[in-house]
């Protein structure tokens, strides 16, 4: 069953990465997305496989984690309906940084990266947009990411 086209440009209308975006382009992109189900507790992806899509949520939660050597599984964050992950597979074919997996029954939009670029590539002026958001929450999640790193840093010194 395919959800319906009103209700997935509602949805992409409320991410950051496309706010952006005319009712329109949002229907036209909504189109290029395909509904994926999974039950709590399904791996969504794994940790160091090669990712080519992005995901959102449309309903439920999913858990964000990497493996570690003693404790299995650390929980990174918990995503929730509107929030997006994976989005660095449609940029670079290289392995994803972290384990997905269903923490509720979800209903996901996916998009792969080669109807992502194909979109780009035809909407110049929402390609800039998106590429904009894009590149802000990258840049967000560097700067997090580089201060969680500098306390630790100081912490170890008190080792």
């Known amino acids: ?6 209700f997935i440009v509602g949805i992409l209308e409320n ?8 009712v329109e382009t949002l229907r036209e992109l909504g189109s290029l997305f395909d509904e994926k189900i999974f039950n709590s507790g399904e791996i969504i992806f794994e940790e160091n ?3 080519n899509s992005m995901m959102v949520i449309t309903s439920g939660e999913v858990r964000v984690s990497q493996d570690t050597d003693s404790e299995g ?19 670079e074919d290289l392995p994803r940084t972290a384990n997905v ?20 590539n035809s909407h110049s002026d929402a390609g800039i947009k998106i590429l904009l958001k894009l590149s802000r929450i990258l840049s967000s999640r560097l700067r997090e990411t580089d ?6 840093i100081s912490l170890t010194k008190w080792l």
Not at 15 to 22: H, P
Not at 77 to 87: A, C, Q, T, Y
Not at 101 to 120: D, G, P, Q, Y
């Open 101 to 120: 997996i269903a923490h509720t029954n979800v209903i996901l939009l996916e998009i792969n990266r080669e109807k992502f670029l194909s979109f780009l």
């Open 1 to 6: 069953m395919r959800l319906e086209d009103d």
């Open 147 to 152: 201060t969680k790193l500098k306390a630790f």
């Open 73 to 91: 599984e650390e929980a990174l964050i918990i995503l929730k309906k509107g929030d997006l992950f994976g989005e660095m597979a449609l940029l």
């Open 49 to 51: 496989n090669i990712g």
């Open 15 to 22: 991410t950051d990465i496309f706010g952006d975006l005319t």
